[in-house]
């Protein structure tokens, strides 16, 4: 391994640098950061998933999906709103892109 490694600053938005459309990139970054939130509160709540789920008006099997991270399962909708009945305050902010 005598080849140097050329490295490129990121963008921020894995799924932009790796090649989906920027309307859709912001989207599931968007998905995948409230995902990771509701996945942190499951983890913290020392329950389990069935009461879990329970609790944030989901089924079991819906709840393993988002633990197992599918995030083309999950609209931003549907996440919206199992973040709001954990307990959380989910704010869209909107600016002008740079």
Known sequence: MTKKLKMEKGSGNVFLDIGFPPEEAHNLLM????????????????????????????????LNQLLKH????????????????????VKLTVKKAA
């Open 31 to 62: 998905r995948a950061e409230l995902m990771m939130k509701i996945e942190g509160y499951v983890k913290k709540s020392g329950t389990t998933q069935k009461q879990a789920a329970k609790h944030l008006g989901i089924t079991q099997p819906r």
């Open 70 to 89: 599918k995030i083309d399962l999950f609209s931003l909708d549907a996440l919206v709103n199992i973040a709001t009945r954990a307990g959380m305050q």
